[in-house]
């Protein structure tokens, strides 16, 4: 995967150049600043400080010019807004503002110059208040280093804007039809294409019946030998397990074919539309390898899923299914679909009964989600006819014992389950969602800013 690129742009006043003000502690930070950010796989572009309005211009233009996915200011010391306002409207990157400070406590015998050397933040307020009043939109991480999570917080913020940036010029693509009389996440090609400028690929019987014949009997001999390298394999080869790796390696074969981006598949399809068997095991790994992926023709949610993954690796597509009302916790669940790189453990292959096609039985690869902190997300269409973006922290869960045969996932809100439940309908969710661990809520309103949505939070 390509590296993030960001430009580092010092902002800093002429006056104190003007008044022989020292560089030399000030740039000692953000030399620092420029390797902590290095040190999250960023490709950072340093440049000299900027003061005045011909410096902020020329600037923006190497970062445009040097491939920058982001703006990260940081303000060395007070800057004049309008000095820099008119450069950083102009572009078409996103900023991220991380308002830091040299020193981490404030102490006159131990920092020299203590005001003079760490007085950015009422530059930040000047530029944040501009960027407002012009209608950039724009983000901030405060903090120190040390003792705080500011870098993690200026890092999540640079990958949501990238994530945001990749959805528009995307592919999707629909192996068979949207699930019959589901209705909240339905979307035109049309509309698709409109607000999001993602590009809808249904692919036909006959493309999917090609992809299937391309198939050899080493591509699915390899790949049962990966599977036996991946998971816990408890299968036998038969004609299922065969059919089932077809499939797999159809779709595989038509995601980088036609370089989707993310894809959905309806399991109602899957005999008449000429996959033969429903991909379960590869919509689990494309998403692990960046590929979005969401059930029942649902090219919405998958497509975010996608834009997320480019950035977020763990990420994947959910669906809230049971309350256990007594212990205050949701499980989340599907057929046979998760991201991989989620799983608290290796999958565990199986093959299971499938009665609700005549394609005969599935095989599926199953885990549990890993425990630790997370944002569920769900977009959907409101009263008005827009799109919005529904956000909450959640907490996931140990595994509780006894659901081994299904995908499976438990997590609780920050509020009773009850109210979480009411008022996700009461906003108007859709039964898909997606989530994303080891990121600041934040960064995720962000993405869904840039992307042009309201965002509310749980």
Not at 171 to 176: A, I, Q
Not at 214 to 219: A, F, L, M
Request: proline share 3%; net charge negative; charged share 25%.
């Amino acid at each position: 995967m390509k590296k993030i690129k960001v430009g580092l742009l010092p902002l800093y006043i002429k006056l104190y150049d003007d008044a022989g003000s020292d560089r030399t502690y000030t740039k000692a930070f953000y030399d620092r600043m420029a390797g902590l950010l290095k040190n999250q796989n960023l490709d950072v572009i340093k440049i000299d400080y900027c003061r005045i309005k011909p410096e902020f211009e020329a600037a923006v233009k190497q970062f445009e010019e040097e491939g920058a996915d982001c703006i990260v200011t940081l303000h060395m010391a007070y800057s004049p807004s309008l000095e820099s306002i008119d450069a950083l409207c102009s572009t078409d990157l996103p900023i991220v503002v991380l308002d830091a400070t040299e020193a981490y406590a404030l102490n006159k015998f131990e920092t020299p110059n203590p005001i003079s050397n760490n007085h950015g933040i009422h530059g930040v307020m000047d530029m944040c208040n501009l960027l407002k009043q012009r209608g950039k939109a724009y983000a901030i991480a405060a903090g120190h280093e040390n003792g705080g999570k500011v870098i993690k917080k200026t890092v999540d913020l640079v990958k949501a804007a990238v994530a945001a940036k990749s959805l528009k010029g995307s592919k999707v693509g629909n192996f068979g039809t949207s699930f019959d009389g589901m209705g909240d996440f339905l979307i035109s090609k049309e509309d698709l294409k409109k607000i999001f400028g993602v590009d809808l690929i249904s692919f036909t019987d006959e493309e999917m019946k090609k992809l299937v014949l391309s198939v050899t009997d080493e591509e699915i001999k390899a790949e049962i030998a990966a599977y036996k390298k991946d998971f816990e394999f408890n299968v036998e080869e038969s004609a299922d397990l065969i059919k089932a790796v077809k499939a797999s390696l159809a779709v595989r074969k038509g995601v980088k074919e036609y370089g989707l981006d993310a894809f959905s598949a309806n399991f109602l399809d899957i005999n008449s539309n000429n996959l033969g068997s429903m991909p379960f095991i590869e919509a689990c790994k494309e998403m692990q390898n960046g590929v979005g992926y969401a059930g029942e023709g649902d090219v919405l949610t998958a497509s975010f899923v996608g834009a997320l993954l480019k950035t977020f690796k763990e990420t994947s597509f959910v669906e809230i299914f049971c309350p256990d009302w007594k212990n205050d916790k949701l499980l989340i669940s599907h057929m046979g679909e998760m991201n991989y790189n989620v799983a608290d453990k290796k999958p565990v292959m199986v093959e299971q009964g499938f009665p609700y096609t005549d394609a005969g039985n599935a095989v599926k690869a199953l885990a549990c989600y890993k425990s630790g902190p997370a944002v569920f997300a769900n977009v959907y269409k409101d009263s008005d006819g827009k799109y919005k973006l529904l956000l909450a922290n959640v907490e996931m869960l140990p595994e509780i014992p006894g659901f081994e045969n299904s995908i499976r996932g438990w997590f609780r809100p920050e509020r009773p389950i009850d109210e979480f439940l009411e008022v996700l309908s009461e906003y108007g969710a859709i039964h898909h969602s997606f989530l994303v661990y080891d990121v600041n809520i934040k960064a995720m309103e962000y993405f869904g800013k840039l992307i042009g949505l309201e965002v509310y939070k749980v």
